[in-house]
């Protein structure tokens, strides 16, 4: 900084001395206001990378990938996340940490595949299944009106044939997608311990424009 503002006064001296002492005061000011919003703007930055970090601390996720991306993968796709939702609903509910839901998402895999596989082949599909739980890549995504900054999340993943298709995902710890949380007001209570929307949009777009100078 101690740089930079020497730099701005050796330009100035050269410049401006002959417009007099008061405009090369106000351009310093003005450099240095600038300066001081940057440098505000990163600790806002900071900041935010600490909560996005926290947020994929926090969330496991359910993802999909279909085999192709025909209508008739997609829409078998949408039909496994139904079955799986609704065959496996009360026993992902009601966890109280990460930890445990990833210990009881864990412990059914092997059934949670079996049942998917079942259900292809009983639906005339000749593929299979898998399901894995995993540590993904996820670009920012908003669901419900909850806005998941991009990072690193934990994932049951249940990929379809070659899972060359696109996928679809959704929130399971917390249990946002469930239908045991959709009956009641869980989901609202579990938005209101992530934090106000607003706030983490406001985040959000500082953070791009901080993108953008750089």
């Known amino acids: 900084m101690i740089i930079f503002m020497q730099a701005v006064n050796d330009i100035?001296?050269?410049r401006y001395i002959r417009g007099g002492?008061?405009?090369?005061?106000v351009l310093i000011t003005v450099i240095m206001a600038i300066g001081a919003?940057?440098?505000t703007?990163?600790?806002c930055f900071l900041t935010f990378a600490e909560s996005c970090e926290a947020v994929s601390g926090?969330?496991?996720r359910l993802h999909i990938p279909a085999n192709s991306d025909?209508?008739?993968d997609q829409q078998i796709k949408l039909r496994v996340r139904d079955y799986i939702l609704a065959e496996f609903s009360d026993e992902l509910s009601g966890s109280g940490s990460l930890e445990e839901a990833e210990e009881r998402v864990n412990e059914m895999l092997p059934e949670i595949e079996r049942k998917a596989t079942d259900f292809l082949r009983e639906n005339g599909f000749s593929y299979g299944a898998k399901a894995e739980l995993v540590t993904m890549n996820f670009t920012t995504r908003e669901y419900d009106r909850l806005i998941l900054p991009a990072g690193k999340y934990r994932a049951l993943r249940i990929t379809l044939g070659s899972g060359n298709g696109h996928n679809w995902w959704c929130v399971i710890f917390p249990q946002l997608c469930l239908p045991s949380a959709c009956e009641s007001s869980e989901s609202e209570e579990i938005l209101?311990?992530?934090?106000k929307p607003q706030g983490i949009t406001l985040k959000f777009a500082l953070f791009e424009w901080l993108n953008?100078?750089?």
């Open 37 to 39: 919003a940057v440098f």
């Open 70 to 72: 025909s209508d008739i």
């Open 21 to 25: 002492r008061l405009m090369k005061k």
């Open 192 to 195: 209101a311990e992530f934090g």
């Open 212 to 214: 953008g100078l750089f």
């Open 58 to 60: 926090e969330v496991l």
């Open 41 to 43: 703007g990163l600790g």
């Open 12 to 14: 100035f001296t050269k």
